[in-house]
């Protein structure tokens, strides 16, 4: 039947990295990274919201449904103002098998020279 799960097409996303270590960057560099993601499944991806845990993280992603096999970039620009030590997460919400997936960056922002 059209129910029976076996035979359903899932998007799956399967990012390339899970965590991004900024390492230490100093105060007003640049705060963008990005993380990269394939669509392992065989439906439609369709990223439809990104949620990160404060302002202070800004994400940007395709709107666009990446096709199956296809890759996509999720960016994510952190404001590098504040200094000191930062982990923050970043829930990808998505048509994907298996639900909300959660991303983190981490760092230490330092006074620039």
Known sequence: TE?????????VIKFKNE???????????????????TNTGDAPLLITKVKTSCGCTVPSYSKAPILPGESGTLE????????????????????????????????????SK
Do not use: C, P, W
């Open 19 to 37: 965590v991004i270590d900024y390492g230490k960057v100093e105060q007003n560099s640049s705060g963008l990274r990005t993380f990269n993601f």
């Open 76 to 111: 994510i620009k952190y404001n590098t103002r504040r200094l000191g030590a930062f982990t923050k997460t970043v829930t990808v919400i998505s048509n994907a098998e298996g639900g909300n997936k959660i991303l983190k960056i981490k760092g230490n922002i330092v006074a």
């Open 3 to 11: 129910f029976d799960k076996h035979d359903a097409k899932v998007a």
